[in-house]
């Protein structure tokens, strides 16, 4: 069974740093594109960042320079550290993987609010 395990997310005021993580269980993880996403109330969910299994990246414009999408196949772990964060950034983040990119986490809460 295939798990997803997102950690990381709180409250972080305007300028702050947040690192997410999720853990990644029941699939051969290095070979798979991963990815977080993230959804504002109200919203659609949105691609915020991508890595591939070779480690090749793509941000959304709007976390471009800020946000950091990183890997450890070793530990089946797909990163996010948040850097600058506005309010705007608020949103639940859910983790992304798979073959056909269908598996996702239950979501982690991140809120930048002063």
């Known amino acids: 069974q295939v798990r997803l395990v997102e950690s990381g997310g709180g409250l972080v005021q305007p300028g702050g740093s947040l690192r997410l993580s999720c853990a990644a269980s029941?699939?051969?993880?290095?070979?798979?594109?991963s990815a977080w996403y993230r959804q504002a109330p109200g919203k659609q969910r949105e691609l915020v960042a991508q890595?591939?299994?070779?480690?090749?990246?793509n941000y959304a414009e709007s976390v471009q320079g800020r946000f950091a999408i990183t890997r450890d196949n070793a530990k089946n772990t797909v990163s996010l550290q948040m850097n600058s964060l506005k309010p705007e950034d608020t949103a639940i983040y859910y983790c992304?993987?798979?073959?056909?990119?269908?598996?996702w986490g239950q979501g982690t809460q991140v809120t930048v609010s002063s």
């Open positions: 029941g699939l051969i993880f290095r070979i798979y594109t």
């Open positions: 992304n993987t798979g073959p056909t990119m269908s598996y």
């Open positions: 890595i591939t299994r070779g480690g090749s990246t």
